[in-house]
């Protein structure tokens, strides 16, 4: 590789060295003769002052005269004016150009450039001098466009309009131009250094060549090709240095060449020097935050040229436009996704209520309740779910009293208490239900109040304190059968509630919620405190803490002390590590295969193919999980499709699903809420019913 940067070098210098030895030998040949326009002489500070070397370097405003093609790089807006005065006679060139460059539609540039002459003697047909002076001025508006290629390549054009006016004399032309600029290592795919420092520029100017016609005659400024190359070495922190070349030929004239360097000591301070025609050239360039300021001075046979002008960049850069827009794009692809999936969950629990209230009318209880669990999980506080379920409880409430099961109905009016505290008719007919049990149990007023605290203790899920007082009634009344039966319903539902817990807690862990493991672990420890499931899951929270410590860790080894508070555990949790592995850098192929998988996502979350979609977007963020909006539409769609399981009944499928959505964004709180709903009502209403019945 230093090989081929050391022959480059080498070859480069040689080109300067050669060409500034023959330029001067050849000077007399290359002269145009007056055949070529002023205009071909291309204005801007850098390209002047290294010589005119430029074709291969230009990406600024200027590139519209310079070569077109490399306005295909052009990254920011920006405008540059320039002010020449020629040898202090009253000879001036005054230089503007703006370019506006779009990372969707490429990058347009519009340049002025005037040349003006006064003070010219008049004289009269016989030659003699006038008392008169007369002027001459001649100008070009150029307008160009230019656009990337891949990444490698920029072409562009550029329409010129001429005008001349010597005394009372006009005339006008119009000209095109062509160009392109490339990178021979990123085209090739040439992976040495030297190749990627290298770029290429080929210009054809004038291909419709102006006519100018002032007088008699016709004048044609001919076609010119430039072929230029250019090499940039970095050294030091921020420092570069750049090797040009450019040879020029222009119809019939000999060829003309020209070279020059640039040194770049500071990122606000360059140095550049050159040779043009056998004539050196030099300057220099001061950057201060967006505004530049470039000084030339080029040393002619007449006289010395100085050239000042100031350029100004504003406004984001293409790549910061590009990701602006796209981020707005996302966010309202993202807005209507997330208004598609509130309408179709607000149309199941639409379908759930329905089933629901259908299941009641029809006088099935179980599966009135079972509908709107599911309701539950999607929507907790859905006032028509409260509403049907109280009509449930109460139709349950009333069979059971007809059954004479007194204290079973005194539970289900206690369901109905717990959704509304003042239903005045669930109040009374709990009070009429608990007293006909408590006839019927012949209970002392001892007994009577121990065992209504056990029920409103039951109905509130504090089953230990329900069956600790259904203990001690029994302890005053062995004879008791409601309260024995009562007391086995309690000790099945402290069963069941445990391991409802364990399965919870063993969900959590796997999908690093171990604070909330936690906290379950610690409510199944007042049911059960010799629980050996507590135990085993205990030790999996602290292997598991210990994983992600390590994860988090910069060099991925130990961290002193991870158990140290539940706060820390806590943060673990809601922010996992990133993965400690570097992914392979995607290729451009690749880059479109995921846009192509991501869109059709998109596409299919529309149609409300949730499946499909979440497949496509599965396959998107395995490749890359930054790619933009894949995160949050593999979330939804997990969502979407859990939701659809969890009203099938298929209550692990949705549980396996959402628990996807929690390793994709485990700081959502919706995924979180579906997650911790599904698991607590996965048994909590056949329990209900069976504690019922």
Not at 174 to 203: H, K, M, N, Y
Not at 376 to 388: C, I, K
């Amino acid at each position: 590789m230093k090989s081929i940067e050391q022959k480059a070098m080498r070859f480069l210098s040689t080109v300067l060295l050669v060409g500034s030895i023959l330029i001067p030998t050849i000077v007399h040949s290359t002269e145009d003769g007056g055949t070529r326009s002023v205009f071909s002489e291309m204005s801007g500070g850098r390209g002047r002052a290294m010589g005119g070397a430029y074709a291969a370097l230009v990406s600024d405003a200027s590139s519209v005269d310079w070569n077109a093609g490399g306005l295909a790089f052009v990254q920011r807006r920006g405008a540059l004016v320039l002010r020449s005065d020629y040898y202090g006679l009253q000879i001036g060139e005054e230089y503007a150009a703006l370019v506006w460059p779009d990372w969707r539609w490429g990058v347009g540039a519009v340049s002025l450039q005037h040349f003006g002459i006064d003070g010219i003697e008049g004289r009269d047909d016989r030659n003699g001098v006038t008392e008169s002076e007369f002027g001459s001025s001649q100008t070009q508006i150029s307008l160009g466009y230019g656009r990337q290629v891949g990444e490698a390549w920029g072409v562009g054009g550029t329409f010129r309009f001429q005008r001349y006016q010597v005394a009372n004399a006009e005339a006008t032309g119009f000209a095109f131009d062509l160009g392109t600029q490339l990178s021979p290592g990123l085209l090739l795919g040439w992976p040495q250094d030297f190749w990627e420092r290298t770029t290429v520029g080929i210009s054809a100017r004038n291909l419709m060549e102006p006519e100018i016609r002032l007088d008699q005659d016709v004048t044609h400024d001919p076609g010119t090709w430039r072929v230029g190359a250019a090499y940039t070495h970095p050294f030091a922190s921020s420092g570069h240095f750049t090797a040009a070349v450019d040879m020029e030929r222009s119809g019939g004239l000999d060829s003309r060449i020209h070279a020059g360097v640039e040194i770049q000591l500071h990122p606000s301070i360059a140095l550049r020097s050159g040779l043009t025609q056998g004539h050196p050239t030099m300057g220099a360039g001061l950057t201060w935050r967006d505004l530049a300021f470039d000084y030339v001075l080029e040393n002619n046979p007449i006289g010395d040229v100085h050239r000042v002008g100031f350029s100004y960049q504003f406004g984001s850069t293409l790549a910061e436009d590009q990701l602006s827009y796209l981020a707005a794009e996302e966010a309202r692809i993202q807005t209507r996704m997330e208004v598609a999936f509130e309408e179709r969950q607000a149309g199941r629990v639409d379908e759930l209520l329905a089933e629901a209230r259908g299941a009641l009318q029809s006088g099935d209880v179980r599966a009135t309740l079972q509908s709107l669990a599911v309701v539950e999980t999607l929507v907790p506080d859905d006032p028509r779910s409260h509403a049907l379920s109280i009509e449930a409880w109460m139709l349950e409430a009333r069979e059971l009293e007809a059954e004479e099961k007194f204290s079973e109905a005194a539970l289900a009016y206690n369901r109905v208490l717990a959704i509304d505290p003042d239903f005045a008719d669930a109040r009374s007919a709990h009070a009429s239900a608990q007293e006909q049990s408590d006839v019927r149990a012949r209970r002392s007023e001892q007994v009577r109040g121990l065992f209504a605290e056990a029920l409103d203790a039951f109905s509130g899920r504090d089953l230990v304190r329900s069956r600790t007082l259904l203990d001690e009634v029994l302890s005053i009344d062995p004879k008791d059968d409601d309260a024995r039966s009562m007391r086995e319903r309690t000790r099945t539902a402290i069963r069941r509630e445990i391991e409802e817990k364990v399965a919870q807690a063993d969900q959590f862990i796997r999908a690093g919620l171990l604070t909330d493991a936690t906290g379950l672990l610690r409510k199944v420890q007042q049911l059960d405190p010799g629980n050996s499931e507590v135990t085993r899951l205990v030790e999996r929270i602290s292997t598991r803490r210990n994983e992600m410590a390590r994860s988090a860790s910069p060099s991925g080894g130990k961290v002193s002390n991870p158990n140290s508070s539940e706060a820390s555990s806590s943060s673990t949790a809601a922010n996992p590590p990133p993965p400690t592995t570097t992914r392979r850098q995607l290729s451009a192929e690749e880059k479109k295969e995921l846009e192509g998988l991501y869109n059709r996502g998109v596409a299919a979350s529309q149609e409300q193919r949730s499946t499909d979609a979440m497949r496509y977007f599965e396959h998107v963020y395995a490749a890359k999980p930054d790619f933009p909006g894949v995160a949050e539409s593999l979330k939804r769609e997990c969502l979407v499709v859990g939701m659809d399981h969890f009203a099938s009944s298929r209550l692990d499928e949705a549980i396996a699903v959402w628990q996807r959505a929690l390793e994709v964004d485990p700081n959502d709180e919706k995924v979180r809420g579906y997650l911790k709903r599904a698991l607590q009502n996965r048994t909590r209403t056949e329990e209900l019913l069976r504690d019922n019945r």
